[in-house]
């Protein structure tokens, strides 16, 4: 798949910015924290995929933030997610606000993503939902709580 960032200017200070797509080291991310945004929102539910050239990338595009730009991240994918806990200076000056949870139904074979408010986590802790499909409880898919952990050490 390839590789593109969409842009949208929220207010005269923020901006929107949404990479999509699979990131590997040829992936130009040049266009990730633009300059003179004093406030970069990174929605970050469309990154499918991120290989460790990608990374090396990654880590590159968040070092070039200026001290002044705010950068938030939002809706983290857990093809972010699973990168948070093993790269240092991976989420770099970012603070995590919100991730995508995948979910699993034993019972059914069912597969769900909740859209997860770091600060909420924080002070309720984490509840499983109950499948869409046959109302049993589900459980974690792939990401186990370490990964949660280690989002929430980035939360605002
Ligand atoms: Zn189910």
Redesign the pocket.
Known sequence: MSFRIETEKLDDYTLLVRPIGAISGDSDLSGLIPKGSARVILDLANISRIDSLGVREWIRAMQSSGDSQTIVWERVSPAMSSQVGMITNFVGRGSVASFILPWW?Q????EHTTDVEAQALKRSGLESPE?P????T?MLDELDEGYIDALLEHAP
């Open positions: 139904c019972a059914c074979g069912n499948c499909k046959c109302g049993a589900m």
